[in-house]
């Protein structure tokens, strides 16, 4: 059983930073792709960052380019996303989650296990 735990969350204001990390355990880490979603109140879950099992192919939704960097730690079996000049809209939950596969996949169907997610929330 995988067990996937984030931190790293709370209040930001806006333009500032914050690190999420996400801590795995059950399984061989190095093996699977890595991704973060997010979910904001009232709305659906959506993808923020996939990173493939090296950490040599990542992507990101077009509403956090520029600004968010998805990264691992294989040795330390964990997974960051470092947030940059966040703005409100980006508050919300952040789940990270494990694929089936070793790829980076923005597709939520593609990722088998998820935590139970960290509260990020940008003040104006």
């Known amino acids: 059983q995988v067990q996937l735990a984030e931190s790293g969350g709370g209040l930001v204001q806006a333009g500032g930073s914050l690190r999420l990390s996400c801590a795995a355990s059950?399984?061989?880490?190095?093996?699977?792709?890595m991704g973060w979603f997010r979910q904001a109140p009232g709305k659906g879950r959506e993808f923020v960052a996939a990173i493939s099992w090296n950490g040599g192919i990542t992507y990101y939704a077009d509403s956090v380019k520029g600004r968010f960097t998805a990264s691992r730690n294989n040795v330390k079996n964990a997974v960051y996303l470092q947030m940059n000049s966040v703005i409100p809209e980006d508050t919300a939950v952040y789940y990270c989650?494990?694929?089936?596969?070793?790829?980076?996949?923005?597709?939520?169907?593609?990722?088998?296990?998820w935590g139970q997610g960290t509260q990020v929330t940008v003040s104006s």
């Open positions: 059950g399984r061989t880490f190095s093996s699977y792709g």
């Open positions: 989650a494990q694929s089936t596969g070793y790829a980076a996949t923005t597709t939520s169907a593609n990722f088998r296990y």
